[in-house]
């Protein structure tokens, strides 16, 4: 609530409707006086993040320790209690998409490339006469640095990136092939063998090059792949659930909300135990770790189970066939998200 005196006049500043009390009946808003101080403006920011967070904790602890609790009571209009699940949604993904990408990196290195158990750091920090034996393993004879930087060259840079029937040297080659009716391929082989020429082009045959990008714009339309999966799964659950005339599709997609919101809170403290664990070495971690993705399995049954109110050979039944569609349904968005990927390069 805020501080500021109370306006005498009794129409709404922002709609103009006549007042009667402190709030216009329209537009919600408090019939206060316009003009504040930096210190009321300083105040008012800090009230507005501890009110957020506060329902903002309150609602992560609902979501994560009462499977289905939240979408039923948005299911029953008890709402103002707790943050809007589309809200949570994107700030959970927000942070859990910035943690993740700062974390995994997925870039092709070369010098991540071993040979024979060893890696490029290693094989260089090597004396002349280890050098000499190591390369003879290799090849069947010494080779000098020179050689072996080609050799590495060849094994690192090798085209290894055919996405296209044919392998053409240039659009020209190609299309003097199809004119003379040698090649008959249709619009979208034609489409395909055009940017595989064109991206041989531009990296220079540098096949690991090429799948790094390839990779790079992949992972980083896991967000759009996640939004996208959002309504098609909510839609899976209305024609599970085709019989139950007192949910509505909007009841289901509140539902795939907020276990898509669970699952980004999940993750992320998989990511924070693996890091740990990984930092101090903790190996007991793995079992916490363990536990948890039984509990992830778990929650989505028994989220099912309190929203819907089945029993519990439906539910299981309902949760095996959900779960199947969905993954044929993610297999399925990650191919076309690749062929796209592929025109980004």
């Not at 859990?96 to 260089?124: A, T, Y």
């Not at 759009?224 to 005339?245: D, G, T, V």
């Not at 509505?248 to 135990?273: C, D, K, P, R, W």
Request: hydrophobic share 45%; net charge positive.
């Amino acid at each position: 609530m805020s501080h500021l005196n109370e306006r005498k006049e009794n129409n709404c500043l922002n709609c103009n409707a006549v007042i009667h009390g402190k709030y216009c009946h329209i537009c919600g808003q408090e019939n206060l006086e316009p003009a504040e101080s930096a210190w009321h403006l300083v105040t008012h920011f800090f009230n507005d993040i501890t009110h957020f967070d506060g329902k903002f904790f309150s609602t992560l602890k609902l979501l994560i320790f009462k499977p289905g609790f939240l979408s039923t009571e948005y299911k029953l209009g008890r709402r103002s209690s707790y943050l809007n699940p589309v809200r949570m949604y994107v700030f959970t993904s927000a942070i859990f998409f910035f943690v993740f990408f700062s974390i995994n990196h997925f870039e092709l290195d070369s010098s991540n490339v071993k040979f024979n158990g060893r890696q490029m750091s290693e094989i260089n920090k090597m004396d002349s006469a280890k050098f000499s034996q190591f390369t003879k393993e290799i090849k069947g004879k010494p080779m000098s640095r020179d050689e072996f930087s080609k050799y590495v060259d060849t094994i690192s840079k090798k085209p290894g990136f055919s996405f296209a029937p044919g392998n053409y040297k240039s659009k020209a080659e190609y299309d003097s092939l199809l004119k003379a009716g040698v090649k008959k391929h249709n619009w979208l082989e034609r489409t395909l063998v055009y940017k595989q020429i064109e991206i041989r082009e531009k990296y220079k045959n540098d096949g690991r090059k090429v799948l790094s990008v390839f990779l790079g714009i992949l992972v980083h339309s896991f967000p759009q792949m996640l939004f996208i999966s959002l309504p098609l799964f909510a839609l899976i659950l209305k024609l599970l659930y085709i019989r139950r005339k007192d949910f509505y599709y909007t009841n289901h997609a509140i539902f795939s909300i907020h276990l898509y919101v669970f699952i980004f809170i999940f993750f992320l403290i998989i990511m924070g135990l693996s890091s740990v664990k990984n930092y101090l070495h903790w190996n007991w971690i793995n079992i916490l770790l363990v536990i948890g993705t039984i509990y992830l399995f778990y929650y989505e049954y028994k989220a099912m189970r309190n929203f819907y109110m089945q029993r519990r050979a439906k539910t299981i039944l309902k949760y095996i066939i959900l779960n199947t569609l969905l993954l044929f349904l993610m297999i399925l968005l990650f191919a076309v998200f690749a062929f796209f990927s592929i025109f980004k390069i």
